[in-house]
């Protein structure tokens, strides 16, 4: 069975996108495990000189290195993911490259009609940094609208439609973890890029 890290994309501790990755995992239980990562009591990153990294984050990008993939769950602040997880994969990609490679779906929930697509959308173009190289799974966000009175009480999608679509999804994204696994060939060079890469010798 495969192993999956659920990335709670925000800090705040009443949110529907934790909800949201609540619910896959007790809906694919039968499929994979997935475990839930919290990110609220990550600290600013601030570039230490050092390059030393909280233990919080060494313990987050060891969960990412032995999982078979990630699913990143996110709201959306102002068209954009929340600063909590732009904060969390900047300490992510910090001496630390654990989203090298990784099989990564996106997913989002949203109290209005959108549910997240810009969001999912600036995601994708952090995750795709020479930092971070994940390999997104293309074309399958997941777009909760109306979250609020999405979940009954037991944290179960209300909409037969949005659960259909998101098993699909899933079915989809345990294929494409399966594809990407395959294609190792430049895994170690990507990694040593990553591990080079500086803006500042550009």
């Known amino acids: ?6 990335l709670v994309g925000t800090n705040s ?3 529907t996108n934790r909800m949201l990755l609540q619910f896959m995992q007790k809906h694919f239980a039968h499929q994979a495990e997935i475990e839930l990562v ?4 990550i600290p600013l990153f601030n570039k230490p000189e050092d390059r030393q ?16 993939g990630v699913i990143i769950s996110t709201p959306e602040y102002d ?6 997880l732009i904060n969390a994969l900047n300490w992510l990609s910090y001496g630390i490259f654990p989203f090298v490679d990784k099989p990564v779906m996106t997913t989002g929930a949203s109290y209005g009609t959108l549910g997240s ?16 190289k994940a390999r997104v799974m293309p074309s399958s966000e997941f777009l909760l609208s109306h979250s609020l009175q999405a979940f009954d ?12 679509k998101i098993e ?28 080079n890469f500086s803006w500042e010798n550009i």
Request: aromatic share 4%; hydrophobic share 40%; charged share 30%.
């Open 13 to 15: 501790d009443h949110s």
């Open 79 to 84: 068209h954009a993911v929340p600063a909590s």
């Open 117 to 132: 697509s810009r969001a999912q959308m600036h995601l994708r173009q952090i995750l795709d940094a020479p930092e971070l």
């Open 38 to 41: 919290e990110i609220k009591d």
């Open 168 to 195: 699909g999804l899933f079915e989809d994204f345990l294929i494409f973890v399966d594809i990407t696994n395959q294609l190792k060939s430049a895994h170690a060079i990507n990694k040593k890029e990553a591990e």
């Open 53 to 68: 990294v909280p233990s919080i984050v060494k313990e987050i990008a060891a969960k990412i290195d032995e999982a078979d």
């Open 153 to 164: 009480e037991n944290t179960i999608l209300i909409d037969q439609e949005q659960t259909k």
């Open 1 to 6: 069975m495969k192993k999956f890290i659920g």
